[in-house]
């Protein structure tokens, strides 16, 4: 009996030995499959990357070199559609832990520019050929030059080992890896990034960077101020709360981090605080809001009187976006009846019950200066621009950014066109069309 139950244990144990030997064997190859299949995905990434460079390369020297608008609009064209190709196929390599700014921005640059000198030759006016004849078009070349000669040192490579390593296949650990230890892509990219350095100008402002207004001026305050100005935000919401400086900054803006912890139940409010003027750049509270029971028009009086009692009063909503039961308000200032959107102003609210939970000042503060307010057109003058079918509502004169990110003065019309609502942006001085953006549906709207 002894022997028999003996025997049923160990082919039992058998079985399952044979199992695990199963399942491991398959997951051995499950993951050799899953790691071909995206090594394969990032040499596609790679070499359409190359293939789309040299695209750019050849038609920025065609733009430069044609004399005609229909031809260069042509090269414009395809220049726009290879560089959003690029762009995707940078971002699908497995390059998370690097820094490649001046890649990105040239490429960025590049796109940029066509923009301006499509739209100044469709307006007919001068600058539409030459900026990028220079160091644009040379660091172009050597971008391409050497991204071309990585793909054909791999190419001739035609072990499938080879492109294993050459790729980092882990994207989890490319952000840890130490250089000493990186994979030849990374390696070849960074020398790429950096042999970048020699051009004079590369050093190409981001997208990120275009959008940021002049460094704060001023006197600085100390740990104490930036506590007193943090309680005078806080107002109500402050009560019961202990505030504490948790870190300063030493960035390009300066900055006291204000944590306004609870005494008895709740979330830290956290508040950052320029050291020079004094001002609250930010604010955001972590609670999760579960249910909403403010209607958009309920949540956006909370906002406006969480303005008010702060002195921003001469504000009017501009943008609205809903969010897992927060409502996003943004907030243009008007001066002189000319709404100012490059100082926009956000809150957040929760909508369960009406305390807000997020504010955001650093574009209000950063773009405030003097505006040149002289129009030399018409509302009637400007409207007459507008060629597009639809049922005009409304006008206003608004100061907005261009795609080269300068302050413009426009009239904004809003017009309706079917069940769509659209704003239409004229230039005040010259009667050109600025920008078309459509209305969300069910935003909210105060004019």
């Not at 005609?68 to 971002?91: C, F, H, M, P, T």
């Not at 950096?194 to 305050?221: A, C, H, N, V, Y």
């Not at 504010?359 to 400007?382: I, K, N």
Request: proline share 3%; hydrophobic share 40%.
């Amino acid at each position: 009996m002894k022997d028999k139950m003996s025997k049923t244990k160990l082919a039992a144990l058998f079985c399952i030995g044979l199992l695990l030997l199963g399942f491991g064997i398959g997951q051995f190859y499950t993951r050799q499959a899953y790691q071909m299949q995206l090594e394969a995905y990032y040499q596609r990434a790679f070499r359409e990357l190359a293939f789309h460079l040299n695209g750019i390369e050849i038609e920025v020297a065609k733009a430069d070199a044609a004399s005609s608008i229909d031809q260069k609009a042509e090269s414009w064209a395809n220049i726009l559609r290879l560089v959003y190709a690029a762009q995707a196929n940078l971002g699908q390599l497995p390059v998370s832990g690097l820094t490649l700014s001046r890649i990105e921005n040239l490429l960025a640059q590049v796109q940029n520019e066509t923009v301006i000198f499509a739209r100044n030759a469709i307006r007919g006016q001068s600058g539409t050929s030459e900026v990028l004849a220079g160091n644009v078009y040379e660091q172009i070349q050597y971008l391409n030059g050497e991204i071309q000669q990585e793909l054909a040192a791999k190419e001739s490579e035609m072990n499938w080992m080879s492109w294993k390593q050459y790729f980092q296949t882990s994207i989890t650990r490319s952000s840890n890896i130490e250089p000493g230890r990186r994979h030849p892509l990374m390696k070849s990219l960074m020398m790429i990034e950096d042999g970048m350095e020699r051009f004079p100008d590369s050093d190409f402002p981001g997208e990120l960077d275009r959008l940021e207004g002049p460094l704060l001026t001023g006197s600085k305050i100390t740990k104490e101020d930036a506590l007193s100005v943090a309680r005078d935000f806080l107002g109500d919401f402050g009560d019961n709360r202990l505030l504490s400086v948790i870190n300063e900054s030493k960035g390009q803006i300066e900055t006291f981090t204000v944590q306004a912890n609870p005494t008895i139940d709740g979330h830290p409010i956290v508040i950052e605080v320029s050291q020079k003027q004094g001002l609250v750049l930010w604010m955001t509270n972590p609670r999760i809001v579960t249910q909403a029971h403010l209607t958009s028009e309920e949540s956006l009086a909370y906002a406006q009187q969480f303005l008010a009692e702060r002195s921003y009063s001469a504000v009017e909503a501009v943008t609205y976006q809903r969010q897992q039961n927060r409502i996003i308000i943004g907030f243009a200032p008007l001066e002189e009846g000319i709404l100012i959107y490059p100082q926009l102003l956000k809150v957040q609210v929760a909508m369960d019950t009406g305390e807000i939970l997020g504010f955001q000042g650093l574009a209000f503060y950063s773009f405030m200066r003097e505006r040149d307010r002289v129009v030399e057109l018409t509302p009637e003058e400007a409207q007459a621009k507008i060629t597009a079918t639809g049922e005009i509502v409304g006008s206003r004169l608004a100061v907005i950014m261009n795609p080269s990110f300068a302050e413009v003065l426009v009239y904004e019309f809003r017009i309706n066109r079917g069940a769509d609502q659209f704003l239409v942006y004229i230039n005040a001085k010259n009667g050109f069309e600025e920008k078309v953006s459509r209305v969300e549906p069910g935003a909210i709207t105060t004019w």
